[in-house]
């Protein structure tokens, strides 16, 4: 029997391991109780969002940020390389 979320899912991934890797795996997944699939895709999935959590926030030093909110406020200067990238499609989803 399958779970509703199995019967959604439509991508598939696949990928080569050692055989260290996959004992590795297949005992983190048997050791929580879930398949191999399950912890694969759970722990993949949590880290992915950590880091595209990540990749939407910046951290600065006051110092830093007051250099930053400076040269927000200074003169405006001409950057052609800045501008072209900031016409890009980022490679993040929005939401």
Avoid: K, W
């Avoid at 200074?74 to 390389?81: C, K, N, Y």
């Amino acid at each position: 029997m399958t779970s509703v979320d199995e019967q959604r899912r439509g991508g598939r991934l696949n990928m080569r391991v050692t055989a260290r890797q996959e004992q590795v795996l297949r005992s983190a997944a048997d050791a929580t109780g879930q398949t191999l699939t399950a912890f694969v895709l759970g722990v993949a999935t949590e880290r992915a969002e950590e880091i595209v959590e990540r990749a939407h926030e910046i951290v600065l030093r006051e110092a830093d940020f007051q250099r930053f909110a400076d040269a927000l406020d200074g003169p405006v200067e001409s950057m052609p390389t800045l501008r072209r990238y900031a016409e890009r499609d980022s490679p993040f989803p929005h939401g």
